[in-house]
């Protein structure tokens, strides 16, 4: 079984400071960690690859110094790295980054074909949780985002089943492979790596690959040309001067339930309106 | 697979640093084991840098080490309650182009120097702490780290794990820090602009003064403060001895506020915003508690051998110094095909005791005995200097004659005339 992890090295949004006199936000200085998310992903991975027997690939995409990242994932036990590095790619946005990891991730699956592809939900500097599902969508892989635990992987049968957390609760949901998967955070903790890993991470060799290596032909689809994204704006959002309000405390559910429908209809008539609570 | 090295680098500080880069340098297969997550992320350090004892290893560190400024002015000051009297040296020849001490930040400044370590081909490796060394018959052999598979063995183990080596203690190499060797000294760094730190302290360009600081602040106690310019930043501490610590029952960071607020420093450090705190023993026995430097197998460097010159306040060229000197040890014994038994590592303890390092301890000897003995040093006789200058800039219509009268009376008042002989004249002793 190969396992592809994609990882991000993220500023440590715990350790950002504000430039006393500019104001600014200070990066310089800031350490970069491995995103959160991410570190579960590999952790997840790595505990197939204990139960089932697997080749852990972790691969990255950005500056030299990511190298840093990778090393560590092979301090936690991943057998191969990949770092994805090239000016071209400066400026992605997610349409870019998940095209080139896409096709790096395409790259590797000649070598070994790729049976499943681990992200994190998402990045904590980027937030957008669109890097997976985008990597999914071009390799045509099935997708199961939010996922808290892999509960079992039937190779031979090529299906693997998660729970998944929605807003209703915990799914359980059975999948063919290969799949896509994002994880959450607290789905598990990184072990604590042995010494003899220690020392491969010190001496293993992080290939680099760059544009041509990762067999990108169109250079119009990475980078800043491929990003259609324009932040155009930044500002911290103001809180809401609305003050929350308590209805049927003292109800029972059906009671509740009515007094949140008195309220939705008498303060949002339009929205009651359009659910068809109150007939136009 | 068992790893083994030709030598093995407890720590990155300045004692490590500087014994795992010679080691490299000439060639030997080394592994430097530090548990901070990045060299310097545990580190306190006022701090001074000294040219001399980095430049004995990397001749060139002007070009590329990350280093504040360059020190032109001493100041030293005797605090009372509300004033200070002090002198203050200033020079432009420190103006040269390779000055002697400069002020650093030690996060920046251990990353910078693990880099050349790593660059002159020794293997580093962070975030992993050693438990304890591995021994067989009486030898050291390797260390045990707190991973999995976590035996490295090696020829020779350097210890420069710092102050309270709890390594050489589990080892039985030496006992418990005595609380009457050792300071605790706390620390906040304030940042200010650079502009308005060069009008502060009239300086221009990458120029810094130093200030120290004794008297009222310690509330009587053996200790000192400190105040350092750096690049856009200040950075003032204040340490004891911890056995007046507990003795006194004052907080230690009760007198870094309280030096905050005294007078002769609120102007100094106005408008800044603190940044860091910071806590860290100074080993300050001197030359009667450093214990035994070498065994079988095995040497120890830097503040984990109490290697600290408390009265100049020296402790990292030291460090660099000693780890040097254990590492040309290492190295030494290599060339000759000697294997590094306790015997064979006398060389280092040798090579220590003839370079300043012994000697200077050596020279201050009877120091801490007679501080502890005299506590007047640190409560008495700054309130009378304070009082003896103010009396004598008071323009009053009183006569100089009389002036120097009351002065004098005041001194053989608070300490008699025995006392005041007794005092210089130990002190004379004690420095000489
Ligand atoms: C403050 C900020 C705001 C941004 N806003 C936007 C925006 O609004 N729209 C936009 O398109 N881009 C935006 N970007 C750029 C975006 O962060 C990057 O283009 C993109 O590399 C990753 O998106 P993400 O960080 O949101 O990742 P997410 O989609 O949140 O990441 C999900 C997972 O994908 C994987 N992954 C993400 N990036 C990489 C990588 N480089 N290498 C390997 N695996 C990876 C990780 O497993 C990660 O957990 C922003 C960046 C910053 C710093
Ligand atoms: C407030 C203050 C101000 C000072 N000012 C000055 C000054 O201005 N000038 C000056 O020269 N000196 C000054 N000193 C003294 C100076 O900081 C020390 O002498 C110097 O840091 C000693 O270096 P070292 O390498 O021996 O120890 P350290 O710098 O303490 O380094 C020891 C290293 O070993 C690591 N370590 C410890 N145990 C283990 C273990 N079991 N496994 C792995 N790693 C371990 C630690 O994490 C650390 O990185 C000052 C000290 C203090 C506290």
Redesign the pocket.
């Known amino acids: 079984m190969h396992i592809v992890v994609?990882?991000?090295q993220v500023p440590d949004s715990a350790q950002i400071r504000v430039h006393p006199v500019t104001n600014t936000i200070m990066r310089q200085g800031v350490p970069a960690i491995i995103?959160p998310?991410?570190l579960a992903?590999i952790e997840e991975a790595l505990q197939l690859k204990d139960r089932y027997g697997a080749r852990v690939t972790v691969?990255?995409?950005?500056p030299p110094q990511a190298e840093a990242a990778l090393r560590k994932a092979i301090a936690y036990g991943a057998d191969d790295v990949v770092l994805l590095t090239d000016r071209a790619f400066a400026g992605?946005?997610?349409?870019a980054?998940s095209f080139a990891?896409a096709q790096a991730i395409r790259k590797l699956g000649e070598e070994e074909a790729v049976d499943l592809v681990m992200?994190?939900?998402?990045?904590i500097?980027?937030?957008?949780?669109?890097?997976?599902p985008g990597i999914a969508k071009r390799l045509d892989l099935q997708l199961l985002t939010y996922v808290s635990e892999i509960t079992d992987l039937d190779l031979s049968a090529g299906k693997i089943t998660v729970q998944r957390r929605s807003e209703g609760g915990v799914q359980v949901i059975k999948t063919r492979l290969p799949a896509l998967i994002?994880m959450l955070e607290s789905s598990n903790t990184i072990r604590f790596a042995s010494m003899p890993n220690m020392f491969r991470a010190e001496r293993q060799v992080v290939p680099q690959w760059n544009r041509d290596r990762a067999g990108i032909e169109d250079a119009s689809k990475i980078g800043l040309k491929g990003s259609p994204?324009v932040?155009s704006k930044i500002f911290t959002p103001r809180p809401s001067s609305q003050r929350a309000k308590m209805v049927g405390a003292d109800l029972d559910a059906t009671g509740v339930a009515n007094a949140v429908l008195d309220v939705l209809s008498s303060d949002h008539p339009r929205f009651a309106r359009e659910i068809g609570l109150v007939t136009p | 697979m068992t790893e083994k090295f030709d030598a093995i680098v407890v720590g990155a500080g300045p004692a490590g640093n500087a014994a795992a880069y010679t080691l490299a340098s000439a060639g030997l297969d080394v592994l430097q084991l530090e548990r901070g997550e990045t060299p310097g992320t545990k580190n306190v350090q006022g701090a001074i840098l000294y040219s001399d004892a980095l430049e004995r290893i990397i001749p060139d560190f002007r070009n590329d080490a990350p280093l504040e400024r360059h020190v032109i002015e001493q100041r030293m000051w005797v605090l009372d309650e509300d004033s200070f009297i002090g002198t203050s040296y200033r020079s432009d020849a420190f103006n040269s182009e390779s000055p002697n001490r400069y002020t650093i930040l030690r996060a920046p400044f251990d990353k910078w120097f693990s880099e050349k370590v790593r660059a002159a081909g020794a293997l580093v490796i962070c975030e992993t702490t050693v438990t304890e060394l591995l021994q067989e018959n009486g030898r050291v052999v390797g260390v045990r780290t707190d991973r999995e598979d976590g035996d490295i063995y090696a020829d020779v183990v350097i210890l420069a794990d710092g102050v309270n080596s709890l390594l050489a203690k589990k080892a039985g190499f030496h006992g418990e820090l005595d609380p009457k060797n050792v300071a605790l000294a706390v620390k906040e760094i304030h940042f200010l602009s650079e502009e308005i730190i060069q009008s502060r302290f009239n300086i221009k360009g990458n120029e810094g003064v130093v200030i120290e600081i004794a008297g009222a602040v310690t509330h009587g106690m053996v200790g000192t403060a400190f105040l350092y310019t750096n690049r856009e930043s200040i950075t003032l501490g204040i340490g004891c001895l911890l056995s007046d610590f507990k003795k006194s029952g004052v907080a230690p960071y009760t007198l870094l506020e309280e030096l905050k607020n005294h007078p002769a420093i609120i102007p100094l450090i106005e408008g800044g915003e603190m940044k860091e705190y910071a806590a860290h023993l100074i080993p300050e026995g001197g030359y009667k508690a450093v214990p035994r430097l070498y065994g079988e197998g095995w040497m120890i460097a830097g503040d984990s051998a109490g290697l600290v010159n408390a009265v100049h306040r020296e402790g990292s060229n030291l460090a660099m110094t000693s780890g040097r000197l254990a590492a040309e040890t290492v190295i030494s014994l290599k060339g000759k095909g000697l294997p590094c038994t306790q015997a064979n590592l006398g060389i280092y303890k040798a090579a220590l005791d003839g370079s300043f390092v012994m000697k200077d301890l050596k020279k201050y000897r009877q120091l801490p005995e007679i501080l502890h003995g005299n506590p007047h040093f640190f409560s008495v006789y700054p309130q009378l200097l304070n009082r003896a200058a103010h009396t004598m800039l008071t323009v009053d219509g009183e006569d100089k004659h009389s002036k120097e009268k009351t002065v004098r009376n005041s001194f053989v008042e608070h300490r008699s005339l025995f006392g005041l002989v007794g005092d210089a004249f130990r002190m004379w002793r004690a420095t000489r």
Request: proline share 0%; hydrophobic share 35%; charged share 20%.
């Open positions: 994609c990882i991000k995103n998310f991410d992903a691969l990255t995409m950005g992605a946005d997610t349409l980054t990891l992200t994190g939900k998402q990045t500097d980027g937030d957008t949780a669109q890097v997976g994002t994204t932040v």
